[in-house]
């Protein structure tokens, strides 16, 4: 994958560009993650918050409550409804992209399983990858 990678939402109002090659993907089972991506799961990329830039629009930001009862904050294109990244409160400098909204996802693979305590029974875990029955603990910025 080239760096700049770019991505957006998909009816286009929201473009972004990430300047900072990409790490492994942590895939968190979370029933909150399930609500708001509509999916299995959600696929997420940590990546520091200075090195996602916004080209065209503004997401929109939901109050959700994490699992610690901080709040956590959930990004969507307010027009197509689409998910773009989240971001605990308490940690500002980093944030999670949503591997779907990239428009070339296919170099990144995924490095690890979170929450698989609320796993559904029909989403593949490849067993050779990192499991986590609840959260992981906090990444170093
Ligand atoms: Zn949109
Ligand atoms: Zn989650």
Partial sequence: MS??????????????QVGAPMKNIIACHCANCRKASGAG??????????????????????????????????FFCADCGSSIYSQRSTMPEMLVLKAGSLDDASGLTIGMHIWTDSALPWMHRDPAVDQHPKNRPPPKA
């Fill in 41 to 74: 799961a959600s696929h997420n990329i940590l990546l520091k918050t200075a090195d996602l830039s916004f080209t065209a629009g503004t997401p929109k930001r939901y109050v959700d409550t994490a699992d610690s009862g901080n709040a956590l904050y959930r």
């Fill in 3 to 16: 760096t700049p990678s770019t991505g957006g939402c998909l009816c286009g109002a929201i473009r972004y």
